[in-house]
């Protein structure tokens, strides 16, 4: 099994970071029904007012070729798309468990 962890950093004000978050937060919780490789999603959105980093995201699957092939997905890359102008940093780190 793969662990997928992706964080995000959106641009503007405290409130249409949330804004932008929690529109992306249910796009993404809606992939595990949509993308037959994503066994679970789990995404959080910073609640620490002294922390930079607004959206956290854990998708799992079996291997690490799927992590491309959700990546690719029609579903993920319209639910990457409400993101596409608001997003100002990116990190990601895929590992085996």
Known sequence: MVKHIVTFKFKGTAKERLNIANEFKAALLALPGKIEVLR???VGINENPSETWDLTLIAVVDK????????KHPAHVAAASIIKDAKEDRACVDYNF
Request: proline share 0%.
């Open 64 to 71: 690490m070729e799927d992590v491309d092939v959700y990546a």
């Open 40 to 42: 679970s999603m789990e």
